[in-house]
């Protein structure tokens, strides 16, 4: 079984085994937006054994009219995903992660940007 994706109308690949190795470069790095719709937040919340005002209080801000899940900034300045684990480099919440994570690499952003998008990902392959 193949371990690379493909999805019409972006000019790369992406072959998912590098995640094994990758350290979970997608979840760390500079701060920015994770969004997640209301019903995600309910499932999310609903995995954590939360109720859906407990986990918006404890893992989320909004931002404009969107909620974005809290980072947390780390010594060297850099910045990870609040469900980030370094001991495992992953997901803490993989099975309910939101739409955004699920979609990654294939964001409308990275179609013109593939040399930046190489330098966070290392499972991008040209096609």
Request: glycine share 8%.
């Amino acid at each position: 079984m193949s371990t690379i994706m493909k999805k019409e109308g972006y000019p790369y690949a992406f072959d998912y085994s590098a995640c094994a190795s990758c350290g979970g470069k997608c979840c760390t790095g500079e701060s920015g937006y994770i969004f997640v719709s209301i019903s995600e937040i309910k499932k999310i919340a609903a995995h954590l054994n939360l109720s859906v005002n407990d986990f918006g209080v404890k893992y989320l801000y909004k931002s404009g009219y969107k909620y974005s899940i809290n980072e947390v900034k780390q010594e060297d300045g850099s910045y990870e995903c609040v469900f980030f684990d370094k001991a495992i480099g992953g997901c803490k919440i993989y099975e309910v992660r939101p739409s955004q994570c699920i979609k990654f690499p294939f964001w409308d952003y990275y179609r013109s940007r593939i040399d930046e998008l190489k330098e966070e990902c290392p499972g991008i392959i040209d096609v």
